[in-house]
C-alpha cells in the first residue's frame, strides 16, 4: 500500500469517525465496536513498514499514545461532572457515596479476583500476575461514553430544557439529579480510579524488582499507596483553583470563550503533579472539577468540555484503530486460554460481583432527599458496565518499560483480548440496557405524578 493510499484510507477512517455518533446513538452498537472492526479490516491489508505498532519494540510510543488519550478523557468527565464536590463542604460527600465504594472495595476486590486467578489458579509468577490485575483493574474513561454523563449542565443548555428545573438557583448551589445516578456513578469512578491504579502497578513493579513484600511494603503504603495521592490531588487543587481565577475574574478568559484553557489546564495539572511526584491523571481530574467549581453554570464549560472531547475523540481514533490492526496482525498470536480465562473471568464474574458487592453495603440506609441509594436494577448495571480500555494499555506499556516482566508478549495479547472483549460486551449492551434503565425511571415519575396530591389536598400519611 502507497503512502497516498494511506492518507486516503486515513481520511476515509476519521470521516467514519466524526458521522458513527449520529448513526449509532439509538443502535445495538458502540463506536468503539465498529472502530476495532475497521482496523482488523486495515490490518488484513498489505501496510508500509513500520504502520503497525508492535507493543513490544515501539512500547514508548504506546505509553505517550494512550496518556494523552487517557489526559484529555480525564478532562472532559471532570469537565462534565455536575454534581458538587468541596472539602469546604463535607454535607456533600453523600451524594458520591456509590463513587467511594467502587473505588475503596470493587476496585480492591477486582485486583484481587485477577490476581488470584493468575497466580493461584494458574501458576502464573506473582509479579506478573499482579501487574495484569492492575492494569485492568481500572474502568475507562475514554471507552465508556454511552454509559456516561453526557456533559456539563450551564445556564445555556438549561434553557433549553422543557423541564428547566433549577434555573433559577445560584451558581454555587447543589444540583442533584435522580436520574443521573448510574452514569454518575460509572462517570465518577472512571474519573478517579484511573489514578488509583497507580500504586498496584507499582507494587507489582516492586516485586518484580525489589523482592518480597516485606522489603517496600511500608514505603509502598507511606508513599505510593498515600503520599502521591496526596500530593497529586492538591496540587490539582491549586491549579485548577489559580486557572478558574484567571479565567473568570482576572483575565476576562471566559467571557472572550478562550476553550484552550482546557488543554493549558490539562497540561499544567499534569506537568505540575508529576514534577512534585504526585499522580499526574488525579491531578488532571481534580483540577478540572475544580474549575467547574469555580463557576458551575457558566457557559464556558460547554465549550472547553466541547474542545477537550474533539480532541479525545480523535486520539480514540488513533488507539482503536491500532487495537485493531494489531488483532489481525500477530498481536493475538501468543494469546492462549488463559487469557481468555482471565478476560472472561474479569467481564462477567469478577468485576460484576466487585462491583455488586461494593455498591450493596449501606444501601439499605435511608438518605435525605437529595441523595438516594441506588435501586436493585442500577446497581446490577453499574456493576456490569466496568469497561476496560485505554488505561490499561497505558499501565502495562508504562510498567513494562520501569522493568522486565517474563512473558510481556502474553500480557499484552491478554490486555488487548480482555479490552476488545470488554468492548464488545459492554458496547453492544449499553444502548439497550441504558434505554431500558431511562424508560424505567420515566415511568416511575409518571407514576409519582399521578400520585402526587393537588393543590388543597392532602397527601397520605401527611402531619398538620
Known sequence: MSVDAVFLLGGLTLLVAVILPTILARAWLSAPVVLISLGCLIGLMPLPNGFVLDPVDQRDTIEHVTELTVLLALMGV???????????????????????????????????????????????????????????????????????????????????????????????????????????????????????????????????????????????????????????????????????????????????????????AMLTAYGAAEVAQGYGFLSVFTAAMAIRAAARTHEFHEHMHSSIERLERLMTLVVLLFVGISLTDGALRYLDWRSVLIATSLVLLIRPLSGWIALSVGHWRVHDEVHRPL?????????????????????????????????????????????VLSVLVHGVAATPVMQRLEDARERLEDRRRDDTPGPGQEAFGATS
Not at 436493585?376 to 466496568?386: K, Q, V
Open 375 to 419: 435501586e436493585r436494577r442500577e446497581r446490577a448495571i453499574t456493576a456490569f458496565f466496568g469497561i476496560r480500555g485505554v488505561g490499561t494499555l497505558y499501565y502495562l506499556s508504562y510498567a513494562l518499560s520501569e522493568t522486565t516482566i517474563e512473558d510481556e508478549r502474553w500480557l499484552w495479547a491478554t490486555a488487548l483480548f480482555t479490552i
Open 78 to 264: 471532570g469537565l462534565a461532572l455536575d454534581r458538587p464536590l468541596s472539602l469546604r463542604r463535607p454535607s456533600g460527600w453523600p451524594t458520591w457515596s456509590a463513587t467511594w465504594k467502587l473505588l475503596a472495595i470493587a476496585m480492591p476486590l477486582t485486583i484481587a479476583g485477577v490476581f488470584l486467578v493468575g497466580w493461584w489458579g494458574l501458576g502464573l509468577a506473582a509479579a506478573p500476575a499482579l501487574l495484569l490485575a492492575a492494569a485492568l483493574a481500572p474502568t475507562d474513561p475514554v471507552l465508556a461514553a454511552d454509559v456516561q454523563v453526557e456533559g456539563p449542565r450551564t445556564r445555556a443548555s438549561r434553557s433549553t430544557d422543557d423541564d428547566a428545573e433549577g434555573a433559577g438557583e445560584d451558581e454555587g448551589e447543589q444540583e442533584v439529579s435522580e436520574k443521573d445516578e448510574v452514569r454518575f456513578a460509572l462517570t465518577s469512578e472512571a474519573g478517579l480510579n484511573d489514578g488509583l491504579a497507580f500504586p498496584f502497578v507499582y507494587a507489582a513493579i516492586f516485586l518484580a524488582t525489589t523482592g518480597p513484600v516485606a522489603e517496600w511494603g511500608l514505603h509502598w503504603v507511606a508513599w505510593e499507596l498515600v503520599g502521591k495521592v496526596a500530593i497529586g490531588v492538591l496540587v490539582g487543587l491549586l491549579v485548577g483553583w489559580g486557572l478558574a481565577r484567571v479565567a473568570f475574574r482576572a483575565s476576562g478568559l471566559a467571557a472572550r470563550g478562550e476553550v484552550l484553557l482546557g488543554l493549558a
